[in-house]
């Protein structure tokens, strides 16, 4: 671990340790926890355990692998590699695949005016809006219709398969969703346009000084044209206009690294994400 960034990786631990406790419960599988939801919405993850003693091992990460499998989980986990190196070696060990993904934080000094970045213009989510719930649900929905198509790379799926994608939310998913949004923990955004609608959306995550940008994602048809870039902007700067002094995130690949070095984010490590091999394409 480069000692100028101890105090940066400190901070995530408590940020990564803190974010699923108020919806989920917490069980130890020695160096591991494991965050189980409690009620509707999306599974969490395992990660190393704040004040083990000694690292993950591979007994432990069986059981938690286990206890995962009998509650219906996916078995994912997720560390930071310079806190806890490892764990790569024990996760690989048991089978796992691990995507190492990009750890980078924001430089405030670097970050852009979002225009600058694209000719598109990018919302901010509010939570008292009439069009809250539809707009959460396209924020979904263009998640969906990217994320199948990971990358960076033109193709073909647009606002069409967009609207295919929209599903109706679940109640106590958008109270939750407004109730964070409204309370500062989360910020929510899209980008598109009067006559193709959403075309990139994302959002971020809170807690304190610290935020997470996550699941920036764009249309294949949208793409090359800054959204994405522009989008992690408007998101970066409405979290520091809310007093957030450390912004990070992890980029899927070293492409998608490049469109976040244009916002001003610095890698600084690697974010593992551990799954069963075969659902790591």
Same mark, same amino acid.
């Given at each position: 671990?480069d000692?100028?960034?101890?105090?940066?990786?400190d901070?995530l631990?408590h940020?990564?340790?803190?974010?699923?406790?108020?919806?989920?419960?917490?069980?130890?599988?020695?160096?591991?926890?494991?965050f189980?939801?409690?009620?509707?919405?999306w599974?969490?993850?395992?990660?190393?355990?704040?004040?083990?003693?000694?690292?993950?091992?591979?007994?432990?990460?069986?059981?938690?692998?286990?206890?995962?499998?009998?509650?219906?989980?996916?078995?994912?986990?997720?560390?930071?590699?310079?806190?806890?190196?490892?764990?790569? @070696?024990?996760?690989?060990s048991?089978?796992?695949?691990?995507?190492?993904?990009?750890?980078?934080?924001?430089?405030?000094?670097a970050?852009?005016?979002?225009?600058?970045?694209s000719?598109?213009?990018?919302?901010?989510?509010?939570?008292?809006?009439?069009?809250?719930?539809?707009?959460? @649900?396209?924020r979904?929905?263009?998640?969906?219709?990217?994320?199948?198509?990971?990358?960076?790379?033109?193709?073909?799926?647009?606002? @069409?398969?967009?609207?295919?994608?929209?599903?109706?939310?679940?109640?106590?998913?958008?109270?939750?969703?407004r109730?964070?949004?409204?309370?500062?923990?989360?910020?929510?955004?899209?980008?598109?346009?009067?006559?193709?609608?959403?075309?990139?959306?994302?959002?971020?995550?809170?807690?304190?000084?610290?935020?997470?940008?996550?699941?920036?994602a764009?249309?294949?048809?949208?793409?090359?044209?800054?959204?994405?870039?522009?989008?992690?902007?408007?998101?970066a700067?409405e979290?520091?206009?809310?007093?957030?002094?450390?912004?990070?995130?992890?980029?899927?690949?070293?492409?998608?690294?490049?469109?976040?070095?244009?916002?001003?984010?610095?890698?600084?490590?690697?974010?593992?994400?551990?799954?069963?091999?075969?659902?790591?394409?």
């Amino acid at each position: 671990m480069d000692p100028r960034h101890k105090d940066i990786f400190d901070r995530l631990e408590h940020f990564y340790d803190a974010v699923p406790r108020d919806v989920a419960g917490v069980e130890e599988h020695g160096g591991l926890v494991l965050f189980v939801r409690e009620g509707d919405g999306w599974p969490f993850y395992a990660r190393p355990r704040i004040g083990a003693t000694e690292p993950p091992s591979l007994a432990d990460v069986t059981s938690v692998r286990e206890r995962q499998r009998k509650l219906g989980l996916p078995e994912a986990f997720e560390w930071v590699h310079e806190t806890t190196p490892e764990l790569l @070696a024990v996760a690989r060990s048991a089978g796992l695949s691990v995507l190492e993904a990009p750890l980078m934080v924001l430089d405030p000094t670097a970050l852009p005016d979002p225009a600058t970045l694209s000719d598109v213009a990018v919302r901010v989510l509010a939570a008292d809006s009439p069009g809250f719930a539809a707009d959460v @649900a396209a924020r979904r929905a263009v998640a969906a219709v990217s994320f199948a198509a990971a990358g960076t790379a033109l193709g073909e799926a647009g606002p @069409a398969e967009r609207d295919a994608a929209v599903t109706d939310l679940e109640l106590a998913a958008l109270d939750e969703e407004r109730t964070r949004i409204a309370d500062g923990r989360r910020v929510s955004a899209l980008a598109g346009t009067s006559t193709e609608g959403a075309l990139a959306s994302g959002m971020a995550m809170r807690v304190g000084d610290v935020a997470e940008i996550a699941g920036v994602a764009t249309l294949p048809a949208a793409r090359r044209r800054g959204l994405g870039a522009a989008l992690t902007a408007a998101l970066a700067h409405e979290l520091r206009a809310a007093g957030t002094d450390l912004i990070f995130l992890s980029a899927g690949s070293e492409d998608i690294a490049r469109v976040y070095l244009r916002v001003g984010f610095r890698r600084i490590g690697t974010a593992c994400i551990a799954e069963p091999a075969a659902l790591i394409a």
